[in-house]
C-alpha cells in the first residue's frame, strides 16, 4: 500500500505575551486574529513577534517569527524542514467572502485583513502552482495579485496570473500612479489607511468585482 507523507511535528516558541499592540500599521485586533505574540528576550528568538501558520485544515504546519528590531537579524526566522511548497499564510482564514487579494508577505497580507479584506501571503514569489487547490476548496473566485511593486513582484503576478487566469477572475492590484519602486500594499498603510482603501476601491472596481 502506497505510505501517506509524513509532516514532522511543529513546535510554537514559548510565548512570552500576547503582541497586543500596534505594529506598522496593523491593529492588537488583527494580530490577535492571527494568534500573534511575542516571545521572550532571553530564548533563541529573542524579542520577536510570532505568528503561527496554519493549513486549511487548522493544522499547525509552520511559524514566521520576525525582528521588530535592526540589531535582531536576520528578519525574519521559520522552523527548519518545513516545506512551504503547498502553504500559503492565513489559508485556514479564508471563507468570509469570495474575493481574495495574494501578496509575496505577512505583513502585506495583514494591512488587507485590517481593513477587512481576505488575503493570504505566499512567503515570497515562489511559485503557487500547488497551492490552487486550497483557493477552490476555500470558495475564492476573485482574486487580485498584490504582488510588490518591484520587478521581482511584477513577475510573481505574471506568473499567478497566467496560472489562475482559467479557473478564477483575476485582477491586479492597482497601486497609486508613480508611486516608488519596491513598495508593498503596507507600505500604503503605514502612509494612510485611506491611500490603501482607494487602492482597494480602485483594483475591485477595475476587476468588476462586487
Same mark, same amino acid.
Given at each position: 500500500?502506497?505510505l ?13 505575551k ?5 505594529y506598522?500599521?496593523?491593529?492588537p485586533e488583527v494580530y ?5 505574540? %511575542? ?7 529573542q524579542?520577536r513577534?510570532?505568528i503561527p ?17 535592526s ?7 521559520r522552523p527548519?524542514n518545513?516545506?512551504?511548497?503547498e502553504?500559503?499564510?492565513f489559508?485556514?482564514l479564508?471563507g468570509e ?5 495574494i ?9 488587507f485583513?485590517e ?6 501571503? *505566499? ?14 476548496l476555500?470558495?475564492?473566485k ?8 518591484? %520587478?521581482?513582484?511584477k513577475?510573481? *503576478?505574471?506568473?499567478?496570473y497566467?496560472?489562475l487566469?482559467?479557473n478564477f477572475?483575476?485582477?491586479?492590484f492597482?497601486f497609486?500612479y508613480g508611486?516608488l519602486?519596491?513598495?508593498?500594499t503596507?507600505?500604503?498603510l503605514?502612509?494612510?489607511?485611506e ?7 480602485k483594483?475591485?472596481?477595475k476587476?468588476?468585482?462586487?
Amino acid at each position: 500500500p502506497k505510505l501517506e507523507k509524513q509532516t514532522a511535528p511543529v513546535y510554537l516558541p514559548i510565548k512570552d505575551k500576547d503582541f497586543d499592540k500596534p505594529y506598522r500599521g496593523i491593529s492588537p485586533e488583527v494580530y490577535k486574529k492571527v494568534g500573534a505574540y %511575542s516571545t521572550f528576550v532571553e530564548t533563541f528568538y529573542q524579542k520577536r513577534i510570532i505568528i503561527p501558520i496554519y493549513n486549511y485544515k487548522n493544522e499547525l504546519r509552520s511559524f514566521e517569527a520576525i525582528s521588530t528590531s535592526s540589531k535582531i537579524q536576520p528578519k525574519v526566522l521559520r522552523p527548519q524542514n518545513v516545506a512551504t511548497t503547498e502553504l500559503i499564510g492565513f489559508e485556514h482564514l479564508l471563507g468570509e467572502s469570495d474575493t481574495l487579494f495574494i501578496t509575496e508577505g505577512t505583513f502585506s497580507a495583514l494591512s488587507f485583513w485590517e481593513l477587512g479584506y481576505q488575503s493570504i501571503f *505566499n512567503f515570497g514569489v515562489v511559485t503557487i502552482k500547488d497551492k490552487i487547490k486550497t483557493l477552490h476548496l476555500k470558495g475564492v473566485k476573485n482574486v487580485i495579485l498584490a504582488g510588490d511593486a518591484d %520587478s521581482a513582484g511584477k513577475q510573481f *503576478n505574471k506568473e499567478c496570473y497566467h496560472l489562475l487566469k482559467h479557473n478564477f477572475n483575476v485582477t491586479f492590484f492597482q497601486f497609486p500612479y508613480g508611486s516608488l519602486e519596491k513598495y508593498d500594499t503596507n507600505d500604503l498603510l503605514k502612509n494612510g489607511r485611506e491611500i490603501l482603501q482607494e487602492c482597494i476601491d480602485k483594483s475591485l472596481s477595475k476587476g468588476l468585482i462586487k
